[in-house]
């Protein structure tokens, strides 16, 4: 496809639970963002890399959030031991450099019970 | 923190212009202007961006005044389809997007 690409779209988890939400950028986009949408709210900043390097992870609210992007391409946010306050929609966007428009996916739905 | 203020909400009549405001009065001379919407259950779009002429493509036009303290993004003839919330962002170098709570606008039949 042409655009980026998340799964799961939805993602229901037990609390305690550890979850791996996927995202597979637009092909040969350099940079990768991860962000947390709570309900009614703008999209919160999480994540950022350049190529495989992560460039800034201030916005990962505690160390129960990693994300990775091994080989520059596919990046995974992965959440341990899930709590209700993790639910929330995470969204993944990548761009072809800085200053360019980038692009979002539809989104994963975590909701933790 | 965002660097903009934007009303919460505004209704617009189909067919008509909409035209969205944001103020960035504290914006410095390298960082741009950028327009994003989000469509329920959908991600971010984005709209058009500038730095300090005003700028047009085939979504809408975006007019920056000269101080660059504020701009509007005009949807020309507005669609039920343009229901949506839309952020105004300012962004420089490689700084990820930061997004406020952005305008939530109604299209109306």
């Known amino acids: 496809g042409a655009g980026v690409s998340q799964s799961p779209r939805y993602k229901v988890a037990k609390r305690g639970q550890d979850v791996a939400l996927r995202c597979d950028p637009i092909?040969?986009?350099?940079?990768l963002f991860w962000y947390q949408q709570a309900l009614g709210q703008g999209p919160e900043f999480l994540t950022y890399?350049?190529?495989?390097?992560?460039?800034?992870k201030s916005g990962l609210p505690s160390d129960r959030f990693f994300a990775e992007r091994p080989e520059g391409s596919v990046s995974t946010l992965k959440i341990q031991r899930t709590q209700q306050e993790d639910s929330a929609v995470y969204l993944c966007?990548?761009?072809?450099?800085?200053?360019?428009?980038?692009?979002f996916g539809q989104g994963t739905r975590l909701t933790v019970v | 923190d965002a660097k903009t203020t934007q009303p919460t909400s505004m209704d617009c009549a189909e067919g008509r212009a909409a035209n969205l405001p944001c103020n960035h009065s504290?914006?410095?001379?390298?960082?741009?202007v950028y327009w994003y919407r989000q469509i329920h259950s959908q991600g971010p779009q984005y709209i058009i961006h500038?730095?300090?002429n005003n700028e047009t493509n085939e979504m809408a036009s975006l007019i920056i005044t000269e101080d660059r303290k504020s701009s509007t993004l005009i949807l020309p003839h507005a669609t039920l389809r343009d229901t949506a919330v839309y952020y105004c962002?300012?962004?420089?170098?490689?700084?990820?997007?930061?997004f406020g709570k952005g305008t939530r606008l109604s299209v109306i039949a």
């Open positions: 966007a990548s761009s072809a450099r800085d200053r360019t428009e980038a692009f």
């Open positions: 092909s040969g986009h350099v940079s």
């Open positions: 890399f350049q190529n495989e390097a992560q460039l800034d």
């Open positions: 504290t914006i410095s001379g390298n960082e741009y």
């Open positions: 500038g730095l300090k």
């Open positions: 962002i300012v962004l420089s170098g490689n700084t990820p997007l930061v």
